[in-house]
């Protein structure tokens, strides 16, 4: 059980170019979570997928975000067109049916 | 609406100091999920309990425990003997419904920093 992994674990971008994420999820964890966290705060919950099906989105997730786990493995967390109040940091999470959800190192991605 | 507070944004002891992280919770369900995560200055976040809204027994797990109060929506987290390494951010989180681990996703509080000096 190596945990849940991401890349890159920092990202520098010029707003309004786009930026794309990856986690590598608990091997046999089926449901799979994007959380973003701004300093000061705790992580805010932004969509879920369980094996391939996005099941669920928050407000959070603008147009300008997209998430795929294409087979139910890996997942990405574009954003595009990215604007400076997308710097934060990108959590991972992963959790094998209701139990409790295992977190990445997260990806710190700071928009100039 | 779910939401999580933790009053305390930062607490700050003596190594050995007892200590305690408070956590008050609203929800309208009546079947839910307690949290605490730990994120040292690494950066990721460590799961440390999950409880359900059934369960109110308190939990010990080596120096640390837990008080789960339903009738004041409270889920407060003590450590004994607090040492160096306890140094953290410490989140407290909400999940309703059935799901248990958060088909809606987590709802965190804004978490409480815990400073242990030597």
Request: proline fraction near 3%; glycine fraction near 8%; charge should be negative.
């Amino acid at each position: 059980d190596t945990g849940v992994s991401q890349n890159p674990r920092h990202k520098i971008t010029k707003r309004g170019q786009n930026v794309t994420f990856r986690c590598d999820p608990i091997s046999e964890h089926n449901r799979l979570y994007w959380y973003r966290q701004t300093l000061g705060q705790g992580p805010e919950f932004l969509t879920y997928f369980q094996n391939e099906a996005q099941l669920e989105k928050s407000r959070l997730l603008s147009d300008r975000f997209s998430a795929e786990r294409p087979k139910g493995s890996f997942s990405t967390l574009e954003i595009q067109r990215t604007e400076q109040g997308d710097s934060a940091m990108y959590l991972c999470a992963s959790s094998y049916g209701v139990d409790e959800q295992y977190f990445g190192p997260g990806t710190r991605l700071t928009v100039t | 609406a779910q939401k999580v507070t933790q009053a305390q944004t930062e607490i700050s002891v003596v190594e050995k100091e007892d200590v305690t992280l408070d956590c008050v919770y609203e929800t309208r369900d009546t079947t839910y999920y307690l949290f605490w995560y730990k994120q040292p200055p690494s950066g990721e976040l460590v799961f440390l309990i999950r409880r359900n809204s059934f369960d109110e027994q308190n939990e010990i797990s080596g120096r640390y425990s837990w008080n789960f109060q339903k009738s004041t929506s409270s889920f407060n987290f003590t450590i004994t003997a607090s040492q160096v390494v306890d140094s953290a951010v410490y989140f407290c989180a909400l999940s309703e419904g059935y799901s248990g681990g958060g088909a809606d996703g987590l709802t965190f509080g804004k978490g409480t920093h815990l400073i242990i000096q030597p």
